[in-house]
């Protein structure tokens, strides 16, 4: 049996949280109850780590099982990698019926005939999400099981969810085989990158509490007031603009939990507009990149104006990054065709 | 009353009682604090400043998160005449000391202590180093 195998596996396990190995590792089904129970899982990981290794090795495991346990891992911690969002597009409006055997077929064989060299393992997941693993190799070297890309690809949506690792180049070769095997036309890249992978999946089912123009705003009476009455000796007197800074940030971002992305990028290439005496720039577009980041930017966003720190309402361009589903911008000069500033992909 | 900034909305003028005492909030770590404090005490009628004005600067116990000029506000406090006292809201201990010294502050100005009054409170509370 390949020490790799062994050795991958033991890393994989390094990566768990302590209390999470028992559980992941009867999920996986690889090892029996019996060995199981012969692994003391209150001892330092390493030590877990070696015992399980050594378990995997009595049972000859190979790569394809190796892998199951790693598509596990990620299924559990999406979020330890970033996420890029692709839409494809059909040319026909027939829906065909999907058929997992066929996808999954076509896929490997589309790949595996472009580059021999490379793992491929599928995984279905709750809530119709198929995952699928790619471990890259070149013509001459087998492939990197550190180094893995990952598919996410609702059957039932045009959009899938791709983590690529280090080896960018191999991006187009992966689109060319997921839409050969969907069936879709073509497949383009959406801007749209997070860590959490149930917040792109958010933004881009609708499944945020998405909030819509009403010409009777909700009855601000109905909101608990707690604060204000418990002290009656206290008096606001910006009590009006305080409501008014709530009623628009309520209007901007809705009620529920907002998705959890990480940055909101902003491409300018807009003139410079300054002083008329200072003769700099005024040629060309002046170029700059404006980033916003945040461990979960769009509450931050949403705290801005009720904290003073901003003027409500918010710019239209940062809230409007979930209904565009966009979170990178380019912003170029207004002309004199198109009123507003041009905000194009 | 608690505001956000000067002047107060026309609204509420016949509601409000007399005022004794105005405390400008400066938080160190917002230079937008002090901007604002810098508008709304042209707002203020000149009356106020014979020692019924101070500034509290809060948040000096996050030195590092500085982001006002200092000077600024000492010269603010030379040119209005007024006191410049500084807290740290985060710990609860200074909160309520600072909270005793403004209500007593507020005594002297509402003329609940006898014998004392805000402008001579006040001139008690410059720094011998502005004379």
């Given at each position: 049996?390949?020490?790799?195998?062994?050795?991958?596996?033991?890393?994989?396990?390094?990566?768990?949280?302590?209390?999470?190995?028992?559980?992941?590792?009867?999920?996986?089904?690889?090892?029996?109850?019996?060995?199981?129970?012969?692994?003391n899982?209150?001892?330092?990981?390493e030590?877990?780590?070696?015992?399980?290794?050594?378990?995997?090795?009595?049972?000859?495991?190979?790569?394809?099982?190796?892998?199951?346990?790693?598509?596990?891992?990620?299924?559990?911690?999406?979020?330890?990698?970033?996420?890029?969002?692709?839409q494809?597009?059909?040319?026909?409006?027939?829906?065909?019926?999907f058929?997992?055997?066929?996808?999954?077929?076509?896929?490997?064989?589309?790949?595996?005939?472009?580059?021999?060299?490379?793992?491929?393992?599928?995984?279905?997941?709750?809530?119709?999400?198929?995952?699928?693993?790619?471990?890259?190799?070149?013509?001459?070297?087998?492939?990197?099981?550190?180094?893995?890309?990952?598919?996410?690809?609702?059957?039932?949506?045009?959009?899938?969810?791709?983590?690529?690792?280090?080896?960018?180049?191999n991006?187009?070769?992966?689109?060319?085989?997921?839409?050969?095997?969907?069936?879709?036309?073509?497949?383009?890249?959406?801007?749209?990158?997070?860590?959490?992978?149930?917040?792109?999946?958010?933004?881009?089912?609708?499944?945020?509490?998405?909030?819509?123009?009403?010409?009777?705003?909700?009855?601000?009476?109905?909101?608990?007031?707690?604060q204000?009455?418990?002290?009656?000796?206290?008096?606001?007197?910006?009590?009006?603009?305080?409501?008014?800074?709530?009623?628009?940030?309520?209007?901007?971002?809705?009620?529920?939990?907002?998705?959890?992305?990480?940055?909101?990028?902003?491409?300018?290439?807009?003139?410079?507009?300054?002083?008329?005496?200072?003769?700099?720039?005024?040629?060309?577009?002046?170029?700059?990149?404006?980033?916003?980041?945040?461990?979960?930017?769009?509450e931050?966003?949403?705290?801005?104006?009720?904290?003073?720190?901003?003027?409500?309402?918010?710019?239209?361009?940062?809230?409007?990054i979930?209904?565009?589903?966009?979170?990178?911008?380019?912003?170029?000069?207004?002309?004199?065709?198109?009123?507003?500033?041009?905000?194009?992909? | 009353?608690?505001?956000?900034?000067?002047?107060?909305?026309?609204?509420?003028?016949?509601?409000?009682?007399?005022?004794?005492?105005?405390?400008?909030?400066?938080?160190?770590?917002?230079?937008?604090?002090?901007?604002?404090?810098?508008?709304?005490?042209?707002?203020?009628?000149?009356?106020?400043?014979?020692?019924?004005?101070?500034?509290?600067?809060?948040?000096?116990?996050?030195?590092?998160?500085?982001?006002?000029?200092?000077?600024?506000?000492?010269?603010?406090?030379?040119?209005?005449?007024?006191?410049?006292?500084?807290?740290?809201?985060?710990?609860?201990?200074?909160?309520?000391?600072?909270?005793?010294?403004?209500?007593?502050?507020?005594?002297?100005?509402?003329?609940?202590?006898?014998?004392?009054?805000?402008?001579?409170?006040?001139?008690?509370?410059r720094?011998?180093?502005?004379?």
């Amino acid at each position: 049996m390949d020490e790799t195998v062994a050795e991958y596996i033991r890393r994989i396990i390094l990566k768990i949280p302590r209390d999470e190995i028992k559980t992941m590792l009867k999920k996986w089904g690889f090892l029996s109850e019996i060995q199981l129970q012969t692994v003391n899982f209150c001892q330092v990981k390493e030590n877990i780590s070696r015992d399980v290794a050594q378990l995997c090795e009595e049972n000859s495991a190979d790569i394809k099982q190796a892998a199951v346990l790693d598509i596990i891992y990620n299924q559990t911690h999406p979020n330890k990698r970033v996420w890029s969002v692709y839409q494809m597009n059909k040319a026909g409006e027939e829906m065909e019926f999907f058929d997992l055997r066929y996808f999954k077929n076509k896929f490997k064989r589309r790949l595996q005939s472009a580059l021999k060299n490379v793992t491929i393992n599928f995984k279905e997941h709750e809530d119709n999400a198929i995952w699928i693993r790619i471990a890259w190799g070149t013509p001459y070297k087998k492939p990197n099981q550190y180094k893995t890309s990952y598919v996410v690809y609702h059957s039932q949506t045009p959009y899938v969810f791709i983590s690529a690792s280090v080896f960018k180049s191999n991006l187009p070769l992966l689109c060319q085989a997921l839409i050969a095997a969907s069936n879709y036309h073509d497949i383009s890249e959406m801007e749209l990158r997070s860590h959490s992978l149930n917040s792109l999946k958010d933004i881009v089912f609708k499944r945020y509490s998405q909030n819509f123009q009403t010409y009777y705003p909700r009855p601000l009476q109905e909101r608990p007031v707690a604060q204000e009455s418990a002290d009656l000796r206290i008096i606001q007197e910006n009590r009006n603009e305080k409501e008014r800074i709530e009623r628009l940030n309520w209007e901007a971002f809705g009620d529920g939990p907002l998705p959890k992305i990480e940055f909101a990028q902003y491409k300018l290439e807009t003139m410079f507009k300054s002083n008329p005496k200072l003769d700099v720039l005024d040629k060309e577009p002046f170029r700059c990149l404006v980033k916003f980041s945040s461990p979960h930017l769009l509450e931050s966003l949403k705290s801005l104006a009720p904290a003073g720190m901003a003027d409500a309402p918010l710019s239209t361009l940062l809230t409007c990054i979930p209904q565009k589903a966009r979170n990178y911008f380019r912003i170029r000069e207004r002309t004199a065709l198109l009123p507003g500033s041009f905000v194009s992909p | 009353h608690l505001a956000t900034s000067l002047p107060l909305p026309s609204e509420r003028d016949h509601l409000r009682p007399r005022i004794d005492l105005i405390v400008f909030l400066i938080d160190i770590k917002s230079k937008y604090s002090l901007k604002n404090t810098e508008v709304s005490v042209h707002h203020v009628d000149a009356s106020f400043f014979l020692g019924k004005v101070c500034f509290l600067v809060t948040g000096v116990g996050r030195v590092n998160y500085c982001n006002v000029d200092m000077n600024a506000i000492w010269k603010m406090g030379e040119v209005f005449c007024s006191p410049v006292l500084f807290c740290e809201l985060e710990l609860e201990g200074v909160q309520v000391t600072t909270a005793q010294r403004l209500l007593q502050m507020l005594q002297i100005c509402a003329g609940y202590v006898p014998g004392v009054s805000s402008l001579s409170f006040g001139s008690l509370m410059r720094r011998p180093a502005d004379d």
